[in-house]
Structure formats: C-alpha cells, structure tokens
C-alpha cells in the first residue's frame, strides 16, 4: 500500500483508506505508527464489527483491498497476500484512473 500511495497520491481520483478490525484500538494505533501509513485510517469498532461483511464484503481473508468508485462500488477486490499483489494493484489502477 506504502508504493500504491507513493505512486498515485497525487492523483485526485485517488484515496486510500485503509480499516482495521483489530480488537483492540491502542495496538492498532500502536501499528499504524510504526508502520508510517500515511493514509486515511478507520477503526471498525466491536459494535460495527457485525456490519463489516455487509459494508465490505468482507469474507474473512487479511489483507482484503477493494477499489470502488466514488459511490461505493465495488470495481476490484484481492483477497489475501501475495507478493506480485502490488504489481496486480498497479496495473488495475492504472486501467480504472484511464476511465
């Protein structure tokens, strides 16, 4: 996500926005730190954990990223962690930014 932002970050049709659904708030704090993410960070709280498959179609797997459009809809999704990911993610971006 760090060479994703780097990249694009001066794009206007993009924004990252990464959301945790760690359990407890000042660890993920704590690693958002540490990790320098420079992008807008979300916090799903317990009350809305139950939500986070109807918001996110979220199946289970960590990481899960999804690019959607402005309103909400769904254009790709990854699932899981893969080192040619960042290569994949690029190429989409590049082919959804051209629209």
């Not at 708030?25 to 809305?48: F, G, R, S």
């Not at 979220?58 to 959607?68: K, Q, R």
């Given at each position: 996500?760090?060479?994703?932002?780097?990249?694009?970050?001066?794009?206007?049709?993009?924004?990252?926005?990464?959301?945790?659904?760690?359990?407890?708030?000042?660890?993920?704090i704590?690693?958002?730190?540490?990790?320098?993410m420079?992008?807008?960070?979300?916090?799903?709280?317990?009350?809305?954990?139950?939500?986070?498959?109807?918001?996110?179609h979220?199946?289970?797997?960590?990481?899960?990223?999804i690019?959607?459009?402005?309103t909400?809809?769904?254009?790709?999704?990854?699932?899981?962690?893969?080192?040619?990911?960042?290569?994949?993610?690029?190429?989409?971006?590049?082919?959804?930014?051209?629209?």
């Amino acid at each position: 996500m760090k060479e994703l932002f780097r990249k694009f970050k001066t794009n206007k049709h993009f924004r990252i926005v990464s959301v945790s659904l760690d359990r407890n708030k000042t660890d993920w704090i704590k690693a958002v730190n540490q990790e320098n993410m420079e992008w807008e960070q979300l916090w799903i709280t317990e009350a809305l954990s139950p939500y986070q498959n109807e918001i996110f179609h979220f199946d289970g797997l960590i990481p899960t990223t999804i690019f959607t459009d402005y309103t909400g809809n769904i254009l790709s999704k990854f699932t899981g962690y893969d080192p040619t990911k960042p290569e994949i993610y690029t190429d989409s971006l590049n082919a959804l930014l051209a629209q």
